[in-house]
């Protein structure tokens, strides 16, 4: 085994979480270089990682963009004569890329995509359920090794606190991506005044800039000790920044998978979606906090409202209970 390429285009947390597989080759075929393949804006996840020799990225909103990008791309690719491709992405674009790259083994991962969907129609009980990570790790069963033990992990340079955030600090990520899986604002606000009042952390506020009015908020409970650190973090640096902190809170998005892989134990809010989907954090000391509602789960991936237009799976989490769960995880 000379060349492996891994496939995983997008997005943050399935490529934090594909590093297991990324170790788990590393660890059995030492002298192989493993290359991997996403798409080019989360390139700075993996810069500089130990085990990955070459990046192949793929612009997708540029020189890449459309039928004839992917082809150009292919046509690239195609030339890596790969012994192993591993295509932990399994839609579409990944099978053509695979199909023109002529590796002498493809594995695939299963997605299981039908078991997610039956429990939002079936609302059934989804808080158990192998990781996402796992069966990751179960694509690579048919080369015979050895998985035991291996957890995604990043390799990031910790580096001081930027300016305005003293350590010790915590880490915060009041945002998501869809707006049905953020944990509200005013929560955040409340337990950051608990944080800052009960112990001698500092906050650090992290997001995207969209997130930055959300972070004001949170901010003016505690301005002197909370740092709204919101559109300021490249990736790179946003795991450099995880990387120092005493711990992160978080909703069900790629900071959580970000800080764990980090070795940052989480504190994550779960409203529309569940821990059987196969993203829930994966850490001994990391803590989940959920509702027990009937009409959870309500989405495979989280949705601009509530559809019962109350919200109860996340506003009904209240700062005190979230302080409780902290409080647990700091002391241990």
Not at 155 to 164: D, F, I, K, L, V
Not at 313 to 325: F, H, S
Request: aromatic share 6%; with cysteine; net charge positive.
């Amino acid at each position: 085994m000379k060349r492996i390429l891994v496939i995983r285009l997008g997005a943050i947390g399935d490529i934090v979480l594909a590093t297991a597989a990324i170790e788990a080759l590393a660890r059995a075929f030492p002298d192989a270089a493993v290359e991997f393949l996403l798409k080019e804006r989360f390139s700075a996840l993996l810069e500089g990682h130990p085990h990955v020799g070459r990046l192949w990225l793929f612009d997708e909103r540029g020189r890449h963009r459309g039928a004839g990008g992917l082809l150009s791309f292919m046509r690239a690719i195609q030339a890596g004569r790969f012994d192993l491709a591993v295509d932990l992405q399994g839609n579409l674009r990944s099978r053509l890329i695979c199909r023109c790259l002529r590796a002498k083994k493809v594995l695939r991962w299963d997605k299981r995509a039908w078991q997610r969907r039956m429990m939002v129609l079936g609302k059934r009980p989804a808080e158990h359920g192998p990781p996402v990570y796992a069966r990751y790790l179960e694509a690579l069963k048919p080369l015979g090794i050895d998985v035991a033990g291996i957890r995604p992990r990043l390799y990031p340079n910790r580096a001081e606190p930027p300016a305005g955030l003293k350590a010790p600090y915590l880490a915060m990520a009041p945002g998501a991506h869809w707006p049905a899986k953020r944990w509200p604002a005013g929560h955040y606000a409340e337990l950051a005044a608990r944080i800052a009042d009960e112990t001698d952390l500092n906050i650090g506020l992290i997001g995207s800039e969209d997130d930055r009015e959300a972070g004001e908020k949170i901010r003016r409970a505690r301005p002197e000790r909370i740092a709204n650190l919101c559109g300021q973090l490249g990736l790179g640096q946003l795991a450099s920044f995880l990387a120092g902190a005493r711990a992160a809170v978080t909703n069900d998005t790629g900071p959580m998978h970000l800080a764990e892989a980090a070795g940052v134990p989480v504190l994550a809010f779960f409203g529309p979606t569940a821990a059987g989907f196969g993203f829930a954090p994966w850490r001994e000391e990391s803590r989940m906090l959920a509702m027990d509602l009937a009409c959870r789960p309500c989405s495979l991936h989280g949705s601009r409202s509530c559809p019962k237009r109350h919200h109860r799976c996340l506003d009904g989490i209240t700062p005190d209970v979230a302080w409780k769960a902290l409080q647990g995880m700091l002391d241990g």
